[in-house]
């Protein structure tokens, strides 16, 4: 038995540790949480119910490539003192930048209208009211609350709202799978034989490294640096060690937190779903019913809780990544740290992008179907934008000596490539 002072020093360590994560969780961890937005929770369900415990192994391989892509958007927010667009209006020519921006504002738009039908059609599978109804007033809701409410204000919330996912966690123990089989499965790789399960690589990878995440990961190191009052007249140069640390650990553990709630919806999919030979989801009650096993006749309450929740984080995320791409490339005034008179042309962005998703969900479509679909386009999208997150990154100038290491280049280097390669394998195979 140890002795009686070391057990109190490692107790005490522990707390430190984890006080001092509590005390750094930022812009990592809120952009690892939205990363869990209704558009991945329907694609990572789709993986499980078609291919059971299958595509395990990519929940492995996506957290270091994942969380090596937001480091190096949180290095360039960090050492610049600047969003993405800023630094890639510098590095680009103009026209790409605008091209961008634009398909960001698109894809983005849809991811919103995706996300609200979602929460919508779970939230009429609850009530039984029109799901309409609920689209124009969960738009209508996270519009308001985010132009009302300053950055430090809303950041207190939306940590915590990703927690109701941990029912995927308790769902996947219960069900109790094969786990040799799990094992095996999270551990060897299985090689993608046909268009559907490449679709399906392309989807996980575009809805775990999504373009939204960039732009709002290097954006929100700026807003979190103004809500603690270091924001100077004197133009950033630079970042600290510490400062550059207290990051690495925050965006390390919220990505971790974003793939290992990837590995349990696919888990308690496969356990419960595919396992009795329902592989095609196509509505929000059958992507209920995944919770049964945890919740039973209240697994609707549940799912519909959680994406809701869900929800409410990744939409302003969605469409504040697209307003702080405007008006970086523009050079308006911007910040969710401004009230809306002094930042109009950023917050029109904002709420164009709510208001156009609130639009699309009039027309006729499965909500299931078109968040699987959204996280194909972002797959398709990312590597092409990650070129030039890389070419910023790497620049010595622009990133006042403090470029991106190495082996955090070599990662995202092997990012594109393999977002690039799922992206060709899709039309080809």
């Not at 109701?164 to 069900?175: E, H, K, N, P, Q």
């Not at 996980?204 to 809500?227: C, D, M, R």
Request: with cysteine.
């Amino acid at each position: 038995m140890p002795p009686l002072h070391e057990a109190a020093d490692a107790k005490s360590t522990r707390k430190n540790i984890f006080k001092r994560l509590l005390r750094i969780a930022g812009p990592g961890v809120i952009t690892g949480a939205a990363d869990d937005d209704p558009s991945g929770i329907a694609t990572y369900s789709i993986a499980g119910a078609q291919l059971g415990t299958s595509l395990l192994w990519t929940s492995i391989v996506t957290w270091p490539l994942m969380g090596a892509v937001q480091m190096m958007c949180a290095r360039i927010g960090l050492v610049t003192g600047e969003g993405l667009a800023s630094g890639l209006r510098k590095k680009l020519p103009r026209w790409v930048c605008l091209v961008f921006v634009a398909a960001l504002l698109v894809v983005n738009t849809i991811n919103v209208g995706a996300d609200l039908a979602g929460m919508a059609d779970a939230a009429e599978l609850l009530t039984g009211w029109n799901s309409r109804f609920f689209v124009i007033g969960f738009g209508a809701i996270i519009a308001f609350v985010t132009v009302k409410f300053h950055y430090q204000q809303i950041a207190r919330v939306l940590k915590w709202l990703a927690l109701s996912l941990g029912a995927y966690v308790l769902t996947a123990f219960i069900a109790q799978p094969d786990w040799s089989g799990v094992l095996h499965d999270t551990l060897v790789p299985h090689w993608p034989a046909d268009r559907a399960t490449w679709s399906m690589i392309v989807a996980i990878l575009g809805t775990t490294i999504s373009p939204y995440l960039f732009f709002w990961q290097a954006s929100q190191e700026v807003e979190e640096e103004k809500s603690h009052g270091r924001r100077m007249l004197v133009k950033r140069t630079g970042a600290t060690a510490a400062e550059l640390l207290n990051r690495k650990l925050d965006v390390g553990f919220g990505t971790f937190f974003s793939n290992v709630v990837m590995f349990f919806v696919i888990l308690s999919c496969a356990a419960t779903l595919h396992r009795h030979g329902i592989t095609e989801i196509t509505t929000t009650k059958q992507a209920a019913e995944a919770l049964r096993p945890l919740a039973g006749p209240f697994a609707t309450l549940l799912y519909t809780l959680g994406l809701i929740g869900v929800g409410c984080l990744a939409i302003p995320t969605l469409a504040g990544s697209s307003a702080y791409a405007f008006a970086e490339t523009f050079n308006w005034r911007q910040g969710l740290d401004r009230e809306y008179p002094d930042a109009r042309k950023f917050y029109a962005v904002f709420l164009v992008s709510i208001l156009c998703g609130i639009v699309l969900d009039f027309l006729n479509f499965s909500p299931i179907r078109i968040l699987y679909w959204t996280a194909i386009i972002n797959g398709l999208l990312a590597p092409f934008l990650l070129v030039g997150i890389y070419l910023v990154a790497t620049d010595a100038k622009l990133m006042h000596r403090q470029p991106s290491s190495g082996l955090n280049r070599a990662v995202v280097l092997l990012t594109i490539i393999a977002m690039f390669g799922a992206g060709v394998a899709l039309f080809v195979v």
